[in-house]
């Protein structure tokens, strides 16, 4: 894991995640700018992890060069990012993580192992290690329980249950639709942090079949540190909107448990020193990205990539 370090600095230092709607975002010389009406607003692309874009938002060819070229994540996101469409980018270049992660997946014993680890890394005390996978999702359903109720009581706030209907938002409470639109922003920062660390959204351990299945599987991992204080927080704030209280509670708790700093870690550690399991053969965990052509796979030992190979044993 020590090898992983030299990623942490571009992680942890990064801003968390902007959220735009409404405006025109283009490259401006040499930085990204968001104009809405007679205001442009510079965007700091190269110290933010994910640019989340909201409806009514229109961006150039030019400004998604840039912003991939400082390995922000962009994140395509329903109105007060309550939906979470789709997302590109990243700041690693090598297939190291990918592939680990990959490997472990694929072979029972340690996928079963990597989720045993998810688990246990959500609780603040050791487990007992005798734990069926059965009896880990039973402790973290009444963690995640007695989680919401004291918030509810910290609060003030009558808890009665997640519960909120997508085709009729404006009815759910203000602490679900707190939930929800905070959820949809954590899922934004932990996508561009996995984007950055090099590893895939897709291959999850806990959750499966979907797309963004490991981004849900690490957002579980801070969800109830991050999350729920910032929504039940909103929740309680009459002032203003709480689609708009929760972004910005939520940045603020990224930023003050070290988040991100902490998924950096987490995530090449839930990869180390796993049991290789029949001839799955597990790359280093960090290799050298090489140049933009790569390495061809050989049984024996990758060879050169942007060879011609005309003369090997033809």
Same mark, same amino acid.
């Given at each position: 894991?020590?090898?992983?370090?030299?990623?942490?600095?571009?992680?942890?230092?990064?801003?968390?995640?902007?959220?735009?709607?409404? $405006?025109? /975002?283009?490259?401006?010389?040499? @930085? &990204?700018?968001?104009? %809405?009406?007679?205001?442009?607003?510079?965007?700091? !692309? =190269?110290?933010?992890?994910?640019?989340?874009?909201?409806?009514?938002?229109?961006?150039?060819?030019?400004?998604?060069?840039?912003?991939?070229?400082?390995?922000? $994540?962009? /994140?395509?996101?329903?109105?007060? @990012? &309550?939906?979470?469409? %789709?997302?590109?980018?990243?700041?690693?270049?090598? !297939? =190291?993580?990918?592939?680990?992660?990959?490997?472990?997946?694929?072979?029972?014993?340690?996928?079963?192992?990597?989720?045993?680890?998810?688990?246990?890394?959500?609780?603040?005390?050791?487990?007992?290690?005798?734990?069926?996978?059965?009896?880990?999702?039973?402790?973290?359903?009444?963690?995640?329980?007695?989680?919401?109720?004291?918030?509810?009581?910290?609060?003030?706030?009558?808890?009665?249950?997640?519960?909120?209907?997508?085709?009729?938002?404006?009815?759910?409470?203000?602490?679900?639709?707190?939930?929800?639109?905070?959820?949809?922003?954590?899922?934004?920062?932990?996508?561009?942090?996995?984007?950055?660390?090099?590893?895939?959204?897709?291959?999850?351990?806990?959750?499966?079949?979907?797309?963004?299945?490991?981004?849900?599987?690490?957002?579980?991992?801070?969800?109830?540190?991050?999350?729920?204080?910032?929504?039940?927080?909103?929740?309680?704030?009459?002032?203003?909107?709480?689609?708009?209280?929760?972004?910005?509670?939520?940045?603020?708790?990224?930023?003050?448990?070290?988040?991100?700093?902490?998924?950096?870690?987490?995530?090449?550690?839930?990869?180390?020193?796993?049991?290789?399991?029949?001839?799955?053969?597990?790359?280093?965990?960090?290799?050298?990205?090489?140049?933009?052509?790569?390495?061809?796979?050989?049984?024996?030992?990758?060879?050169?990539?942007?060879?011609?190979?005309?003369?090997?044993?033809?």
């Amino acid at each position: 894991m020590e090898k992983n370090l030299h990623i942490l600095p571009r992680v942890a230092d990064s801003a968390s995640f902007l959220y735009i709607e409404k $405006a025109f /975002i283009e490259k401006d010389d040499t @930085s &990204v700018t968001a104009r %809405a009406g007679e205001s442009i607003t510079r965007i700091p !692309a =190269a110290s933010i992890l994910a640019l989340v874009l909201g409806p009514g938002t229109s961006i150039t060819h030019a400004a998604i060069s840039a912003l991939g070229e400082t390995g922000c $994540a962009v /994140i395509w996101a329903g109105e007060d @990012s &309550v939906r979470f469409y %789709a997302a590109g980018g990243g700041r690693s270049r090598s !297939a =190291a993580a990918v592939m680990r992660q990959a490997l472990a997946w694929a072979a029972p014993a340690t996928r079963l192992e990597v989720t045993r680890r998810m688990y246990r890394m959500r609780f603040p005390e050791p487990l007992p290690a005798n734990l069926t996978l059965q009896q880990l999702r039973g402790r973290e359903g009444v963690r995640v329980r007695e989680a919401y109720q004291a918030a509810a009581r910290a609060t003030g706030i009558e808890w009665r249950g997640r519960n909120y209907d997508r085709s009729n938002w404006a009815d759910a409470d203000p602490v679900n639709r707190a939930l929800s639109a905070g959820a949809a922003c954590l899922y934004g920062a932990c996508h561009g942090a996995i984007a950055a660390l090099g590893y895939s959204p897709a291959i999850g351990f806990i959750h499966t079949g979907k797309q963004l299945s490991f981004v849900y599987d690490v957002a579980d991992l801070y969800k109830i540190d991050v999350l729920l204080p910032a929504a039940f927080e909103a929740a309680s704030n009459a002032t203003e909107r709480v689609e708009s209280a929760v972004r910005r509670a939520l940045r603020a708790r990224i930023q003050g448990t070290r988040m991100l700093e902490r998924i950096a870690r987490d995530l090449p550690a839930l990869f180390a020193d796993l049991t290789e399991a029949g001839d799955l053969d597990f790359p280093p965990e960090e290799m050298d990205a090489g140049d933009l052509v790569g390495q061809l796979w050989d049984p024996s030992g990758n060879v050169d990539g942007g060879v011609n190979h005309a003369g090997d044993d033809a």
